[in-house]
């Protein structure tokens, strides 16, 4: 079997497991074929994890956008964590780069607190021959003692500069895991993901465009998620809710008569 092959197997595997236990699975799959762990962690989205910032003391979340090898790069400090022993310290943006991704990070948070009211935001930016590219990443969990559950967005997007305009490509995934258990509902588990990609060309006279002009790319983008996860996710388990009600109540209506029957025997 090819390397191309054992990828699609893998990637198939992941698709038909729980959506919650990809994570996990993942790391199963890598374990057994360390081969193909740098193209399964491009290609697998997973939920984000969260790691602390040694100098500033923020959390910051991690994907392989701002992995290099074992480390991950904060956005507060710009440095990796842990340290990298090489002489370039790991990819880091250019000067003129880092002071956008500072802004854009700034400009997230403020979007994340009112709109999640709460949770952490991480961007990542990275040079390319003709233009950047970036990556968007929000988290939020619900607090302990109401449940588990978790809304991951992670937005990357690429900017080509053009004479006065640039085309923005982005792509956005949004990982949602709910989990409920009690003695009277039981065990519940909504898990899955959804991906949209949308491009646009868009005036650009600064620096600071690019950065209302992904921001309201990616509002738009999580608006249009959260309508269809609404729609496609709670609406289908309030369908299933009612079928099941609905099963129940059919029984009792078909088996009147013959309970009556033996009530009154």
Same mark, same amino acid.
């Given at each position: 079997m090819s390397n191309?092959q ?12 729980p +959506?919650?236990d990809?994570d996990?699975n993942?790391d199963r799959i890598?374990?057994l074929?360390p081969?193909l ?6 290609s697998?989205? !997973? ?7 040694s100098k500033?003391? @923020?959390?910051?979340l991690?994907?392989? *956008?701002?992995?290099?090898?074992d480390?991950?790069r904060? +956005?507060w400090?710009?440095?990796?964590? +842990? ?10 943006p250019?000067?003129r780069l880092r002071?956008i991704e500072?802004?854009?990070g700034e400009?997230?948070?403020i979007?994340?607190d009112l709109y999640?009211e709460?949770?952490i935001s991480s961007? *990542?930016?990275w040079?390319?021959?003709d233009?950047?590219?970036? !990556?968007?990443l929000?988290?939020?969990t ?6 588990e559950g ?7 997007f690429e900017?080509t ?6 085309h923005?490509?982005?792509?956005t995934?949004?990982?949602?895991h709910?989990g409920?258990?009690?003695e ?6 909504l898990?899955?993901?959804?991906? *949209?990609?949308?491009?646009l ?8 465009s690019h ?5 309201r790319m ?7 998620h959260r ?5 496609v996710?709670?609406?289908?388990? @309030?369908?299933?809710i009612?079928?099941? @009600? ?5 029984y ?5 008569p013959n309970l009556?029957?033996?009530l009154? @025997?």
């Amino acid at each position: 079997m090819s390397n191309d092959q054992q990828v699609d197997a893998a990637l198939d595997l992941l698709r038909r497991l729980p +959506p919650a236990d990809t994570d996990a699975n993942l790391d199963r799959i890598i374990t057994l074929a360390p081969h193909l762990q740098d193209e399964l962690l491009e290609s697998v989205d !997973v939920q984000l994890k969260i790691k602390r910032c040694s100098k500033t003391k @923020r959390d910051f979340l991690c994907c392989d *956008y701002n992995r290099d090898g074992d480390s991950y790069r904060s +956005p507060w400090s710009n440095e990796f964590e +842990p340290p990298i022993e090489d002489d370039d310290g790991g990819t880091k943006p250019s000067e003129r780069l880092r002071g956008i991704e500072i802004k854009m990070g700034e400009a997230v948070d403020i979007y994340r607190d009112l709109y999640y009211e709460g949770g952490i935001s991480s961007i *990542y930016f990275w040079d390319l021959d003709d233009g950047f590219a970036g !990556v968007v990443l929000i988290k939020k969990t619900t607090p302990q003692g109401k449940g588990e559950g978790s809304w991951d967005s992670i937005h990357v997007f690429e900017a080509t500069d053009r004479a006065r305009t640039a085309h923005y490509k982005l792509t956005t995934t949004v990982i949602l895991h709910l989990g409920s258990s009690s003695e009277s509902l039981g065990q519940i588990n909504l898990g899955g993901n959804m991906v *949209y990609q949308k491009e646009l060309d868009l005036p650009v006279e600064d620096d600071s465009s690019h950065i209302v002009n992904l921001g309201r790319m990616i509002e738009d983008m999580e608006t249009k998620h959260r309508g269809m996860l609404n729609e496609v996710y709670f609406g289908k388990a @309030r369908d299933i809710i009612g079928d099941l @009600r609905s099963i129940f109540e059919s029984y009792l209506t078909f088996n009147f008569p013959n309970l009556k029957q033996a009530l009154l @025997r």
